[in-house]
């Protein structure tokens, strides 16, 4: 499956939300924390906002490095999920979909002070108990 995008741009915003989770959680790589975050906004059975934020000032990543090895998956996942989301068909709508689903998760894993370590993260949006 192909990606749906070549390049994924996250927002000023976004690039100050994976500072706080890296500081948070130690973890170092923002690919991780994107993929999470992805994934922690395509729980939710609603559709995310269309972001219209400027990107500039904020984080690139190429999608190899945001996908890894299972750039399929999440290839697939961004597909799905821009038909049932209503985005536009094709490319260009796939792509605002990915951005979407990746800041509406970013803001969601930054949010509330009760998430000061990766335990507190896991135990707060995947689920893991302690």
Not at 30 to 46: D, G, H, P, Q
Not at 93 to 103: E, I, N, P, S, T
Request: net charge positive; glycine share 10%.
């Amino acid at each position: 499956m192909s990606a749906p995008v070549e390049t994924i741009r996250i927002s000023r915003q976004g690039r100050e939300q994976l500072i706080k989770l890296r500081r948070q959680t130690g973890i170092e790589h923002w690919n991780v924390l994107c993929r999470w975050a992805f994934c922690v906004s395509l729980r939710e059975k609603t559709a995310p906002l269309q972001t219209t934020e400027k990107l500039d000032g904020g984080v690139e990543m190429t999608w190899k490095v945001f996908s890894g090895e299972h750039g399929d998956i999440y290839s697939a996942l961004c597909w799905l999920r821009a038909q049932k989301d209503g985005f536009p068909e094709g490319a260009d709508g796939v792509a605002a979909c990915l951005r979407a689903h990746l800041h509406r998760g970013l803001s969601y894993l930054a949010s509330g002070k009760e998430t000061r370590t990766l335990s507190d993260l896991a135990t707060r949006w995947l689920g893991i108990d302690r």
